[in-house]
């Protein structure tokens, strides 16, 4: 079956930075998918913070982290990553890694409809 486990949250100050990684296993072809990341914080709709596309080099992100969250993808490794930097408190939250259902982001990336499978999520932790 296919699962999906995130890594790298934690605890950090505001300003600093975090690599989260999403490792999936269990895809016929980890490179049909389209990959995505979001977030959940207390008393919040789950939001999309970012999207990338099964090659790799189209991405979206949400308003509140462009410029300052990147995602990529290695392939090879099965292995979708975000890297966070300039953090700020309001990015803490349970961050959540989800495979599409389609090959490519496109403009219903942030749709969590069109995810079909979903990690259980790192808890990363901004303080003041």
């Known amino acids: 079956q296919v699962q999906i486990a995130e890594s790298g949250g934690g605890l950090v100050q505001a300003g600093g930075s975090l690599r989260l990684s999403c490792k999936v296993s269990?895809?016929?072809?980890?490179?049909?998918?389209?990959m995505g990341w979001f977030r959940q914080s207390p008393g919040k709709e789950r939001e999309g913070v970012s999207c990338?596309?099964?090659?790799?080099?189209?991405?979206f992100y949400g308003d509140s982290v462009k410029g300052r969250f990147t995602i990529s993808r290695d392939n090879a490794k099965n292995t979708v990553f975000l890297q966070m930097n300039t953090l700020k408190v309001e990015d803490t939250a349970v961050y959540y890694c989800?495979?599409?259902?389609?090959?490519?982001?496109?403009?219903?990336?942030?749709?969590?409809?069109?995810?079909?499978?979903w990690g259980q999520g790192t808890q990363a932790t901004v303080s003041s």
């Open positions: 989800a495979a599409k259902k389609y090959a490519d982001c496109s403009a219903s990336w942030r749709d969590r409809g069109d995810y079909g499978y």
């Open positions: 269990g895809l016929t072809s980890f490179d049909d998918y389209a």
């Open positions: 990338v596309n099964w090659r790799g080099d189209i991405t």
